[in-house]
Nanobody, 117 residues
Framework: QVQIVESGGGLVQSGGSLTLSCVVPGSLFSGFAMGWYRQYSGKQREMVAI????????KYSEAVKGRFTISRDDARNTVTLHMNSLKAEDTAAYYC??????????WGPGTQVSVSS
């Protein structure tokens, strides 16, 4: 089963930057809005950023607005999340997937972001 694969996470100091990327199977990518989500330990996943099909619209959660930038490359089936001015509260597992998701959505392994204060 082909799945989404996220990468780019790591440990960074507060105020630092990271860039996350995911490769998405073409069957999922074409024509769908894509999003980055994060999940704190023991909590439900929450939407972080969304980019529409064709990259005409982007939306961000209030917690990351002005610090994170989402983009997509339709030629490479990739979605990128540039994260700047990272804070300790950004520490979470980050996932990429279509938007919106449903109970039937299959998730990739995610990538861990840890921000030290």
């Amino acid at each position: 089963q082909v799945q989404i694969v996220e990468s780019g996470g790591g440990l960074v100091q507060s105020g630092g930057s990271l860039t996350l990327s995911c490769v998405v199977p073409g069957s999922l990518f074409s024509g769908f809005a894509m999003g980055w989500y994060r999940q704190y330990s023991g909590k439900q996943r929450e939407m972080v950023a969304i980019v529409s099909s064709g990259s005409t619209i982007t939306k961000y959660s209030e917690a990351v607005k002005g610090r994170f930038t989402i983009s997509r490359d339709d030629a490479r089936n990739t979605v990128t999340l540039h994260m700047n001015s990272l804070k300790a509260e950004d520490t979470a597992a980050y996932y990429c997937n279509i938007f919106p998701t449903s109970s039937a959505t299959t998730w990739g392994p995610g990538t861990q972001v840890s921000v030290s204060s």
